[in-house]
């Protein structure tokens, strides 16, 4: 389902790395189920790789992850903050 988003194989590639990789076919099926758009399906998928990545360039384990320590350490490292998230998620 996940190329219903991303009909391109090479587009696939920057995807699938990280602890959540295994698991954006299934958020894929997901999103297509619920009626999401490409556009806004392929920019949710984005925003699940970029965490599966910024998680594997830490070494922290899917399990170890825990959403609330990422948020308030990224308001001291200039990311988005847990507000802005919350909106970008909107």
């Known amino acids: 389902m996940i190329e219903f988003f991303f009909p391109q194989p090479q587009d ?17 099926t997901l999103l297509a189920q619920q009626g999401y758009c490409q556009p806004e399906g392929r920019r949710r998928l984005r925003l699940v790789a970029d965490l599966s990545q910024w998680l594997a360039e830490r070494r922290i384990k899917l ?15 200039g990311r988005p903050t847990a507000k802005r998230a919350a909106n970008y998620a909107r």
């Open 12 to 28: 696939l590639l920057p995807l699938r790395s990280g602890p959540l990789a295994p698991h954006l076919d299934r958020f894929a």
């Open 63 to 77: 399990e170890e992850f825990d959403n609330t320590k990422r948020l308030r350490s990224s308001e001291r490292d």
